[in-house]
């Protein structure tokens, strides 16, 4: 089998289930006979140019059903992003030259009054009674006669957006079906496994550690319309679900729901996903009675990395078989040296040691983003991939990471990068989330920030956090944040990663509570408006008020 189509034709006249929602359940059969009757819709609907349709839609049966349905009908389905508003939406579907729009009723309210580059006609609305209909009239008559290729594109999956604009990436057919190879089998899943899914099905994580896996078994995939933390449990127990996936964020939110004494009553057995901390990992194995797999990757693919045994708490693990990571110099091209440790477990020489990950023998698998060359360049030259994120490697060959790309920060000359930093600030009593970033020294480079959401009923207390800081061993010289910002909520992607450059924008010019200290012999203290126009004063001596602006 070499493409997604064979997958799901293999799944024809299977009355196992195969999707779980709400108080729907769809079997294999129903899904590859409604996918079926997509594609010839999608067929009918066609117009010159790519086969492109785009999914706006919150995790329900018709999205898994358009994908089944592109598969067969050599489509793709483009992944859309709800949290996405205004031109920004509108551009992504330009972009991604979408000839079809699949929505219902409430999403469609998104694109009211866009320039979609679509006639109204061919925005379909699921929950509208001429859609019904319309499917009706293509039901029952078997998958079209298409000769899909392994590699045609299947889907185009934008990038979270953590940090900037989102690119459209590639997967085809075959690469798909290739997942769907490994995934089954190297996370257990199997046709008596009921896996959980509440990540956004726009995003690879959802798709490509989920549902691929249960497509190759043939076993079932329970899914709730989006992320609830409180309903977490209650779903995984309704479904009997044994295997969900992640990302840290939502793992640091499933935590923050009140404890009880039955949490581990729960037929979970295993977890996997991406950025959650070790702190976090090891509460929520200790609480619900499942073990969790990390791993580092991204929909790109080249580069996978997991843990394994032995594997150091905070570290990403060690590369895939047949994959070669290094941690590059982008300036110089060479390696980086390998990360040197004190007594304490404190990164020493983050300054030569931190460097981009990159794969030396993976790049063929990237399959590009789509209509942006430019981009494309960026993670491929040299023959080498650059994944665009920052790690180091310690002499025994464990990698770590270190942040995005642009999570580099530099005070007092000194270069280091976020992530050891946040590793730290999430020990601190009551956090749920924690976002370390650069915001502008007045005089040169940069200070340290940090963004805290706190658990129900708890407080930032000044000299508490001193305490904490102190305590630290591992905290580096210059790692201790000059500001913290509490906020509510903290601003997160529709896949439950961390955007933080709504809060390098604001820097400390926020309504949310900021704590500061003016100098590093400072105590911390509650920012007024006498301190801020004070501090942009300093701003404005030291000729540096346009840094404020261009962040």
Not at 346 to 353: D, I, M, R, Y
């Amino acid at each position: 089998m070499t493409t997604t189509a064979d997958l799901l034709r293999a799944r024809a006249g299977d009355d196992h289930p195969a999707l779980l929602f709400e108080d729907e359940r769809l079997s294999w059969a129903e899904v590859v006979d409604a996918g079926a009757a997509r594609a010839r819709l999608a067929l009918e609907l066609r117009r010159p140019g790519p086969f492109h349709v785009g999914v706006l839609l919150e995790n329900v049966p018709e999205f898994v059903l358009w994908i089944a349905g592109a598969a067969f009908a050599g489509a793709a389905v483009v992944g859309i992003n709800p949290t996405r508003r205004g031109d920004e939406l509108a551009a992504d579907i330009r972009h991604t030259d979408c000839q079809l729009i699949v929505t219902d009723r409430e999403q469609a309210v998104l694109l009211d009054g866009l320039d979609l580059g679509i006639a109204p006609e061919r925005v379909l609305r699921v929950d509208d009674p001429g859609y019904a209909e319309r499917i009706a009239g293509h039901t029952g008559l078997g998958t079209p006669g298409v000769d899909v290729a392994a590699a045609d594109r299947l889907l185009l999956l934008f990038t979270s957006g953590s940090t900037g604009a989102p690119k459209a990436v590639i997967c085809t057919q075959g690469r798909f079906a290739g997942i769907a190879s490994r995934t089954g089998p190297g996370f257990g899943i199997a046709r008596d496994t009921v896996t959980y899914q509440s990540m956004p099905l726009f995003h690879g994580n959802a798709l490509m550690a989920n549902w691929a896996g249960v497509l190759w078994s043939g076993g079932t995939m329970a899914m709730r319309r989006r992320f609830s933390a409180s309903g977490f449990l209650a779903d995984v127990r309704r479904f009997d679900a044994t295997f969900f996936n992640y990302v840290g964020r939502a793992l640091a939110y499933i935590l923050a729901t009140p404890e009880e004494p039955d949490d581990a009553d729960n037929p979970l057995r295993v977890g996997f996903g991406t950025e959650a901390s070790a702190r976090d990992m090891e509460r929520f194995a200790a609480r619900f009675g499942c073990r969790l797999v990390e791993s580092y990757g991204s929909s790109e693919g080249p580069i996978s990395i997991t843990k394994v045994p032995g594997c150091p708490p905070n570290a990403l693990g060690l590369p895939q078989q047949g994959i070669e990571v290094a941690i590059i110099d982008p300036a110089t091209g060479e390696e980086c040296p390998r990360a040197v440790f004190d007594g304490h477990g404190a990164l020493v020489n983050g300054h030569e040691a931190i460097g981009e990950l990159v794969s030396l023998n993976t790049a063929r698998s990237f399959e590009g983003y789509y209509n942006n060359p430019v981009a494309a360049a960026d993670r491929v030259h040299d023959g080498r991939y650059w994944s665009g994120d920052l790690g180091y490697r310690d002499g025994e060959g464990w990698f770590y990471f270190a942040g995005r790309g642009s999570d580099w920060l530099r005070v007092d000359s000194e270069n280091f990068a976020a992530a050891p930093i946040e590793r730290i600030m999430f020990r601190y009593p009551g956090v749920v989330m924690a976002a370390v970033y650069p915001v502008p020294d007045p005089r040169t480079g940069d200070q340290v920030m940090v963004a805290f959401e706190l658990g129900p009923g708890e407080e930032f207390e000044p000299e508490r956090f001193e305490a904490f800081l102190a305590a630290q061993p591992d905290l580096g010289t210059k790692w201790a944040p000059r500001f913290v910002r509490i906020v509510v909520t903290m601003p997160l992607t529709a896949s439950n990663k961390v955007q933080k450059f709504p809060l390098r924008a604001d820097r400390w010019e926020t309504s949310d509570p900021v704590y500061w200290r003016p100098d590093r012999d400072s105590r911390y203290r509650r920012m007024t408006e006498a301190d801020a126009a004070a501090l942009r004063r300093q701003f404005e001596e030291h000729g540096r008020s346009g840094v404020l602006a261009a962040i």
